[in-house]
């Protein structure tokens, strides 16, 4: 079954309850090897995020929402989250502009326009203890799910959980980018946060019913 404009409202609204589910975890987490504002900086965008997309039109288009998403974050994201996650949501909506309906080749091409402007935005790589070492094996996991003839349902799933396992790969990590960077080695143990929340934001899309 494709994914309509209401299946992306859908993920959006709970990708807001799992940020704002895990607020004071994701604090933690950056209060370890950052500056301890990323659980808050991400409840507030997306608590921000689902009152805009609640404005939207009721024909608005998976592309319009996303990219709504999109804008919303980079205004009300701070540090270097707004721009990350703001530019993977605006590449995200031009991927798969024009569509109303989303089926496995659309999901993939998504995840991957999202995961490239990530690495475009923040050049960083798989093992630089980022987001990106959450959402590259999301895409990969993705495109495999894809080749093997899985639903859409399974191409979210195996992202998903590939995200989970990608963040927790960070944990013995030293961090190459960002703040955590200047930590050196006493990075290594600490999980980044931001591998976290991509990981809870996939989890939300592979959770949501078509």
């Avoid at 495999?144 to 590939?162: C, F, K, N």
């Amino acid at each position: 079954m494709a994914l309509n404009s209401q299946w992306v409202r859908e993920w959006v609204a709970r990708s807001a309850q799992y940020i704002a589910d895990n607020r004071t975890e994701l604090i933690r987490l950056d209060r370890e090897i950052g500056d301890g504002d990323h659980g808050e900086n991400m409840d507030r965008g997306f608590k921000a995020v689902s009152a805009k997309v609640t404005e939207l039109p009721a024909d608005a288009s998976p592309s319009d929402i996303l990219k709504t998403v999109a804008t919303t974050l980079i205004s009300t994201v701070g540090g270097a989250s707004g721009p990350l996650y703001g530019t993977a949501f605006l590449k995200a909506s031009q991927a798969v502009k024009d569509e109303d309906e989303l089926d496995g080749a659309g999901i993939v091409a998504l995840l991957q326009a999202a995961r490239d402007g990530i690495v475009a935005r923040g050049k960083a790589e798989v093992g630089d203890k980022t987001m990106v070492d959450a959402w590259t094996p999301a895409v990969r996991a993705a495109e495999d799910a894809l080749a093997e003839g899985a639903t859409e349902q399974q191409i979210l799933s195996a992202a998903a959980d590939a995200a989970k396992v990608g963040s927790e790969k960070t944990d013995p990590l030293i961090a190459r980018k960002g703040r955590a960077s200047y930590l050196g080695e006493r990075a290594i143990g600490h999980r980044d946060p931001g591998s976290v929340s991509s990981a809870l934001l996939l989890k939300a899309a592979a959770e949501v019913s078509p």
